[in-house]
């Protein structure tokens, strides 16, 4: 669903991917760790379109959306308009199965989306995206900021939507212990180089991967 | 008291012309982050195709119309040559759009020479509470009262215009969702040129136009424009009246040449004012 090969990315003479390889299968879970400029929104942007590579090829098999980093959000735009204005690829004009998914969405409908929390914004970049009718999904971020119960919440409807509609799932993350959680299987990228990779279980036990991502608690 | 009601509606319509203007401006600014210095352009474009148009005998409404599409045209070539090629800078734009003024002025004179040149709007004059006023001034008034309501549907009631605003609002998000937000500058543009045209035939029958009408149409829209911060629709078209009436005040009360000087002198206070309050933001603790 997802085929990256030895792509590279630059910001002009800056190189922020060196010969990344990366799949994900259909309807599979994957999750991108990595630290603060590691090369993970790049490649995000690079997956959405928005970047161009410098070489190597990016492959996508069906329609790919992206939750962006920082939720990325209309600010002056209200929710229902945030919304619907993720259907601009897909010509999806009604969320109500966004606010049947996410019912608090609902209530905060004609807010304009600056005014809402932090979680509640997060709840809209991922209705917005949903909107695509997505059959691949990019997460940049998705816990960052947010309350834990917020997180578990996403987390439930991530995993929940990956069951129930085989939506292939790439999720970049900073917190590794979550993305084990969801995920099967992992990249870890460093200094836009992939440094590490395979099934998360064994990424755990691996002690650079522990020390660096879970704080050396799993042991 | 009824020459100070005459000079205020008068000032109205005037205001109104500069907040077409004006509000192109805004509209173009908003979407593409581009300061467009040919928008007074489109404005002599529409002015002077009426002029030739009603020459010809064509009739009015028709000839009307089709000088403000000549102006959306005028206003979507503006933006080719300006936000044409990705990864234009908004500061290169900006000197784009003023070689297209200066480009305009050779192409004008070389249509339509370097006399000014007039167009008989609506005849006659009403009285209103006492003041007598032409018929064209309530025109003006009325057409940018349907302009703006237009508008503010356009923006805020299709997807088209949501889409627009969501441009303005966060370009990045625009592009993850999959708006072409170059298209939509050149929208911007068009739209922009639109909004030119129809100033310029409104003001045509008022004063006579040439090929450099556009200067005192430009500082005038800017300084409204500037007055919105050149976002802020509402205020613009509160500023651009506001200047409206002072100039037609001005000019009334016995000071008539100096009507520009006070546009310029309006957009500077409002400048450094402005310029004043965005540093102590910036100056704020983070």
New interface residues.
């Given amino acids: 669903m997802i085929e990256v090969r030895d792509l590279v990315v630059s910001y002009g003479t800056a190189t922020a991917l060196e010969h990344v390889s990366l799949d994900v299968a259909k309807g599979e879970m994957v999750a991108l760790l990595g630290p603060n400029g590691a090369g993970k929104s790049t490649l995000a942007n690079t997956l959405?379109g928005?970047l161009r590579p410098a070489s190597g090829t990016v492959g996508v098999g069906g329609r790919l959306a992206?939750i962006?980093e920082g939720r990325?959000?209309?600010?002056?735009?209200s929710v229902a308009?945030n919304l619907?204005?993720?259907g601009?690829?897909s010509g999806e004009?009604d969320p109500s199965f966004v606010y049947e998914l996410l019912p608090r969405l609902a209530e905060v409908a004609r807010r304009p989306a600056r005014v809402l929390s932090g979680g509640e914004q997060q709840m809209v970049a991922f209705g917005?995206a949903m909107m695509?009718r997505p059959s691949v999904l990019v997460v940049d971020e998705l816990s960052l900021g947010l309350a834990p119960r917020v997180i578990t919440d996403l987390a439930g409807h991530l995993a929940a939507l990956n069951r129930s509609q085989g939506l292939t799932v790439l999720l970049i993350e900073q917190n590794a212990r979550l993305a084990f959680e969801l995920c099967g299987r992992a990249y870890v990228l460093e200094s836009g180089r992939v440094v590490a990779e395979g099934d998360c279980a064994d990424l755990a036990d691996d002690p650079k991967v522990a020390g660096a991502y879970l704080g050396g608690a799993i042991t | 008291m009824s020459a100070f009601l005459t000079y205020l509606l008068n000032g109205l319509a005037v205001g109104c012309a500069i907040a077409l203007i004006a509000s192109g401006l805004v509209v173009i600014h908003r979407v593409t982050g581009v300061v467009n210095f040919a928008q007074g352009t489109f404005a002599v474009v529409a002015g002077l195709c009426t002029s030739s148009l009603l020459g010809l005998g064509f009739p009015h409404g028709a000839s009307e119309v089709a000088a403000v599409l000549a102006a959306t045209v005028a206003g979507l070539l503006t933006g080719l040559a300006a936000i044409g090629k990705p990864g234009v800078t908004p500061l290169s734009a900006l000197i784009v759009t003023l070689g297209v003024g200066v480009l305009a002025y050779a192409v004008e004179i070389v249509l339509w020479g370097d006399q000014p040149r007039s167009a008989p709007g609506l005849a006659g004059a009403v009285t209103v509470a006492g003041a007598r006023v032409q018929t064209q001034y309530l025109l003006v008034i009325g057409v940018t009262a349907l302009t703006f309501v237009a508008l503010a549907l356009f923006f805020g009631r299709t997807?088209l215009g949501?889409?627009l605003?969501?441009c303005a609002?966060?370009p990045?998000?625009?592009?993850?969702?999959?708006?072409d937000t170059r298209r939509m500058g050149l929208l911007a543009f068009a739209l922009g040129g639109l909004l030119g045209g129809i100033a310029g035939v409104l003001v045509t029958p008022l004063r006579p136009i040439s090929f450099d009408t556009d200067v005192t149409l430009i500082v005038n829209g800017f300084a409204a424009a500037v007055f919105g911060a050149l976002t802020r629709p509402v205020i613009t078209l509160a500023g651009a009246l506001l200047l409206g009436v002072a100039e037609t005040m001005a000019a009334g009360y016995g000071y008539g040449s100096h009507q520009l000087e006070i546009a310029l002198g309006l957009m500077l206070i409002v400048m450094i004012v402005q310029a004043g309050r965005r540093t102590t933001i910036s100056e704020e603790p983070a």
């Fill in positions: 959405a928005l992206l962006p990325q959000l209309f600010p002056d735009l308009d619907v204005l993720g601009w690829r004009r917005r695509s | 997807y949501k889409a605003t969501a609002s966060n990045y998000a625009a592009r993850v969702v999959g708006i």
